[in-house]
């Protein structure tokens, strides 16, 4: 019963390139979660996506960074010409129904350094 | 908006101690409670949870938590940590009514001397 999945587990990326990371949720699980934690500090909410459908993207910058979470394949996180400061770990998190009352299950996290 | 407050950010104990770590809220509503670990490379995983009624839970691995709603807070403790409870540790809340997000505070770097 594998748990949340998300690769890669590092990534290096230059100034201005893309970056795009991958979350294939629990096996039943339609919700997935992506959190943001930066050095120092806790994790920050990003987005919640379903199956096709953002339902909370209140924590996503404005500029650069786009989820998405097909009916086929895992759920994407894709940030744009990435600046030092997106250096960070990316955790995503999946769980069998809405919100996190039934507990989420997270994934070992992308670490993302910008160089 | 919810904000969650870890006052310890680094704890150093020697094994067989008492562990305390401070969680505090800033919510009047009905919350959901949580306290995750995170291990040294690994995901964080569940350690306990309060949604209703006796406001004293237990965990895994030895770990406890109390809900005291007229101080806001929901401290985590461990009457004797070992080496292996060295880890970061996040108190998490969110409201219990339709979806909302889970509000992490910035964590407790416990550091378990042997």
């Known amino acids: 019963n594998a748990g949340v999945m998300q690769n890669p587990r590092h990534l290096v990326r230059r100034r201005g390139q893309e970056a795009r990371l991958r979350c294939s949720p629990m096996?039943?699980?339609?919700?997935v979660y992506w959190y943001r934690q930066l050095p120092e500090e806790g994790l920050k909410f990003m987005v919640y996506l379903q199956k096709e459908n953002i339902i909370d993207e209140s924590g996503m910058p404005k500029e650069r960074f786009s989820a998405e979470f097909p009916k086929e394949g895992p759920s994407i996180l894709r940030i744009q010409q990435v600046v030092r400061g997106d250096s960070a770990a990316y955790f995503c998190a999946s769980s069998p129904l809405e919100g996190s009352n039934y507990g989420y299950t997270f994934g070992s996290g992308t670490r993302l350094t910008v160089v | 908006a919810q904000s969650v407050s870890q006052h310890n950010h680094h704890v150093i104990l020697s094994e067989a101690a008492s562990l305390e770590l401070g969680c505090n809220y800033s919510y009047g509503g009905t919350v959901n409670l949580f306290w995750y670990v995170q291990y040294p490379g690994q995901h964080l995983q569940l350690l306990l949870k309060y949604f209703s009624g006796d406001p004293l839970v237990k965990g895994i691995k030895g770990f406890e938590a109390e809900f005291i709603k007229s101080k806001f807070s929901f401290n985590l403790r461990k009457p004797s940590v070992q080496w292996s409870d060295t880890a970061e540790y996040f108190c998490a809340v969110n409201l219990n009514t339709g979806f909302q997000k889970l509000v992490f505070g910035t964590g407790t770097r416990l550091l378990v001397s042997p």
């Open positions: 096996k039943g699980h339609s919700h």
